[in-house]
Structure formats: structure tokens, C-alpha cells
């Protein structure tokens, strides 16, 4: 049973900045992508940031330059470090992962979080 769990939102002001952690936990033989998407109230959910097992990083252009994804392999954990928030990054965000289960074929399944609420008033 694998497990996604996120934390970490809240009610920040305009200008403000929080951090999100996302683990993943149970058993599986080893993680993949890691990532974040977030919806808003009558939105489709978009993609906010990901990253590699790698390293390597990719994020929406509304983001770039004001958050930060990272991962900390050891602990399965990725965090999204938001800055300079503005009222429009107000939304539910969750966190994705790509786990493969075993190591006997080289097929990763995808796991969704429950979602953190991220609100961002003016």
C-alpha cells in the first residue's frame, strides 16, 4: 500500500511564502517524478512544478522564478517552497509521484495526494 501525504498549506498574505512537503510512504521499490499540480474553484488542475529522481526540474511559466521544487530522496519527500504569492496562486495543491513497486519490471504507477488548501489574500 503506498501512501501520499501532503502538508504545509495555509492563509498567507500577498508577498508571503510557505512550503510544502509531500512523503510518500509504504512499500515500493523506488520513486520516480515527483511533482505538484493545484486547481482552482473552476479551474482544470494544472501542473505547478516537477522534478526528476534526477534533479531535474520543470515548472509553469507563472511560477518560475518564485517557487522552488525539490526532493530529499532519502526521506521520499518533495517540497515546493512558494515566494512572492500573489492572490491567483490561491488554490488546492497536490502532489503527484510516479513509484515503481518492484523491481522486477520497470513500470511506475501514478499516486495522487489528498490535496492542501494554499490561500493567498490581497
Known amino acids: 500500500q503506498v501512501q501520499v501525504v501532503e502538508s504545509g498549506g495555509g492563509l498567507v498574505q500577498a508577498g508571503g511564502s510557505l512550503r510544502l512537503s509531500c512523503a510518500a510512504s509504504?512499500?515500493?521499490?523506488?520513486?520516480?517524478?515527483m511533482g505538484w499540480y493545484r486547481q482552482a474553484p473552476g479551474q482544470q488542475r494544472e501542473r505547478v512544478a516537477i522534478?526528476?529522481?534526477?534533479?531535474?526540474?520543470n515548472y509553469a511559466e507563472s511560477v518560475r522564478g518564485r517557487f522552488t521544487i525539490s526532493r530529499d530522496s532519502a526521506k521520499n519527500t518533495t517540497y515546493l517552497q512558494m515566494s512572492s504569492l500573489k492572490p491567483e496562486d490561491t488554490a488546492t495543491y497536490y502532489c503527484?509521484?510516479?513509484?515503481?513497486?518492484?523491481?522486477?519490471?520497470?513500470?511506475?504507477?501514478?499516486?495522487w495526494g489528498q490535496g492542501t488548501q494554499v490561500t493567498v489574500s490581497s
Open positions: 503527484y509521484t510516479e513509484i515503481r513497486k518492484t523491481s522486477l519490471y520497470n513500470t511506475f504507477f501514478q499516486y
Open positions: 509504504g512499500s515500493f521499490f523506488s520513486i520516480g517524478v
Open positions: 522534478i526528476t529522481s534526477s534533479g531535474s526540474t
